[in-house]
């Protein structure tokens, strides 16, 4: 078949109605009872303040149990966490978004997104295709147009007093990277916002609405492949439209989904990164002041800022029936893998609930454990070292302009949405 038939309209419906229907579960809404037997992630507490509720959990039942979106496990000590994202055995990656839509066992062991939601082997070999656009190197080439971006960004803030450092700095970097590598058009940027939400803040949608609002993300990605195909260029798109696995060329539907995977995760993660490190120091003018001074500091107290606040939260599902370190998991049950919660495991980090920008040993999991373990951290890491030296540079003095308007995101991913900072 011809690179470009694999993504016809005529092809791409077929390949669709070729999928075995998942399952659907009861939404369920409403403040939680009982965090040890009703836990949500989508709740606005847990958004504006999840640390006490997992620090509460470690010490009452470190697995809590939900019967929301059909029924899922929270450990919340480290060693639980990396338990579970080592045994690929018992643990599928087929959904790694907690929602009331299971998509059905037969997607395994590629999944919706892969490599992110690909199970072994077959997750090494799809892994291995993105590494090259991924080693240091390559995200190296990327650093001098993501600092003079950044630098456009603050430029623009010129005669203001206040600014959303989430809205009008931190969300723009990493959309403007992803388009740029994806070879997207930079000015989709609300687009992909809306995608981030719908992905990640929608989980709790109904079921048919939720698969709806993924499709709109679907045929947007489906009309920039076509583009490509009809224009091919030097970007990650055209690469993964010719790229072949096992001989073959990949499907339709592992080429969007990698690209959908690029461009959730590397825009959400890293912008929430940014966001809450920026948040840290309005707040902390003590640390604010000492990495203005010694900006050498910057790459150790990066890490603890990722150590302290990483966004991201995993799902995984219960491959079968088992009694699992004291309860009773079901297969198809889901299992959020806190790394916040894991990274403030006392038992795993001294002060664990203290951000020490000077936190000499720090093996934090931020871009998670196991296989699954982020294959875009060096951009990621780039992306918030850039952002905050243009900031700190430019901005060497700021702080939060109404505490109370900062506003979180809920669901797995967690960053500021609105953080509204007083400059100069």
Known sequence: ????????????????????????????????????????????????????????????????????????????????????????????????????????????????????????????DARKLLLPAFKKSAVQKLEAGTRAFCHALVDSFEGRDVVDAAHDYAQHIPMRVIADMLGFPPEDGPRFREFVENTLEGVNLPPDERIARMDRLFAYLLEQIRDHVANPRDDLTTYLIDAELYGRKLEPSHVSGTMALLLIAGVDTTWSAIGASLWHLAKCPADRERLVADPSLLPTAMEEFLRAYAPVTMARMVKEDMHWRGVDMKADDWVLLSFPAANRDPAQFDRADEVAIDREVNRHAAFGLGVHRCVGSHLARMELRVALEVWLERIPVFALDDPSAVTWAAGQVRGPRALPVRIG
């Open 1 to 124: 078949m011809a690179a470009d038939g694999r993504f016809d309209e005529e092809y791409v419906r077929a390949e669709r109605a070729d999928r075995p229907l998942g399952t659907r579960s009861e939404v369920v809404t409403g403040p939680v009872s009982d965090w040890a037997t009703d836990f949500s992630h989508l709740e606005p507490e847990w958004a504006a303040d999840p640390y006490p509720i997992q620090d509460e959990l470690r010490r009452r039942c470190p697995v809590a149990r939900t019967e929301r979106f059909g029924g899922g496990w929270l450990p919340t000590r480290y060693e639980d966490v990396a338990a579970i994202a080592y045994d690929t055995d018992r643990f599928t990656s087929r959904s790694v978004v907690m929602s009331n839509f299971r998509p059905p066992r037969e997607v395994a062991p590629v999944g919706v997104t892969p490599p992110i939601s690909s199970d072994p082997p077959f997750h090494r």
